[in-house]
């Protein structure tokens, strides 16, 4: 029995709660991970984890075995990495998710100087919003848009984004433009569906100490920024989206601002990946990217 790989089959399994999870995301089959774990026990003469038809869960000794290997794999990462990091260049297939708007307006654009300095690494984009659990679906780090409440995960922020209201001239036009906050159910508006909870997000506002949110019955509701931009283009009405979404639009002249001087709510861009003392090379080396590509443009600063 290698011990070191038992140990890593086992803490995996704990992790992500199943044999053909923990076997996907170590690229081992299940049997695989199902004879290291009972090689395991064997060796220690304990039962480490309880098998029922519907679920795996770990016992008693299972979990103080867990804290010890999680420790001591961990500890063997670090080892690993003070001796290769400086001479191993970042390779092999990098699994990232962020927003779609964020990675097609400003990440995607970047891509050619970033992969030629690494001509090793092999990048998975993947794009949306929806929530995701890192470790069973092999992904390394996530970007996401708010506040974070995954305890399990390292969350490091890397920039500001800001809303802005704003509609088509034509709309504009024909209805008359906002004056306040309050004006806007007397418009057409559209809302949007945030992709984690599933609720239409209130409209939010604020100018000095005053403060003023707003629940509206708007004709429309989306839950993707594109097809948010789309339908104010599209005269359907007003619309409070991303500014990096946005600016393109704002600086052609096909969507003109409203509320200017009303500050709506500001959300943290973060990039987000497994808690651990040793981020991987290539990890490593996209998370410090993408953090400079953002604090480097004016759109993702706090306003």
């Known amino acids: 029995m290698d011990r070191m790989l038992a140990m890593q089959a086992f803490a995996r399994v704990v992790e992500v709660g199943g044999f053909t999870k923990a076997g996907d ?46 420790l001591i794999l961990s500890d063997l990462d670090e080892a690993e990495a003070s001796v290769m990091q400086a001479r191993v260049a970042p390779k092999g297939r990098l699994r990232v998710d962020m927003p779609g708007a964020l990675a097609r307006l400003f990440v995607i654009p970047q891509l050619p100087p970033f992969l030629a300095r690494y001509p090793d690494l092999r990048l998975e984009l993947g794009m949306g919003l929806r929530p995701v659990h890192l470790l069973e679906e092999g992904i390394d780090c996530v970007v996401r848009l708010g506040m974070q409440s995954d305890s399990s995960l390292v969350s490091r922020r890397i920039g500001t984004m800001s809303f802005v209201c704003c509609a088509s001239p034509a709309y504009l036009r024909e209805h008359g433009t906002p004056r306040r906050p309050e004006d806007l159910p007397a418009h057409r508006c559209v809302n949007y569906v945030s992709n984690r909870t599933g609720r239409v997000m209130d409209w939010e506002f604020a100018r000095g100490g005053q403060k003023v949110q707003l629940t509206l019955d708007g004709v429309l509701a989306v839950n993707d920024h594109d ?47 497994p808690q651990s003392r040793h981020l991987s090379a290539k990890v490593r080396v996209f998370v410090d990217w993408v953090s400079e590509l953002l604090q480097q443009d004016p759109v993702f600063q706090t306003r």
Request: charged share 15%; aromatic share 8%.
């Open 25 to 70: 995301s170590l690229q081992l089959s299940k049997t695989t991970v199902s004879d290291l774990v009972q090689s395991l026990e064997k060796h220690l003469g304990v039962r480490l984890l309880q098998r029922t038809t519907r679920r795996v869960t770990v016992t008693p000794d299972g979990a103080a075995f867990y804290q010890r290997c999680a």
């Open 227 to 273: 097809a948010y931009v789309v339908a104010a283009l599209m005269n359907f009405g007003i619309v409070k989206v991303a500014n990096y979404v946005a600016q393109p639009y704002l600086e052609s002249g096909q969507l003109t601002e409203v509320l200017a001087d009303w500050t709506a709510e500001q959300l943290p861009i973060a990039v987000l990946y």
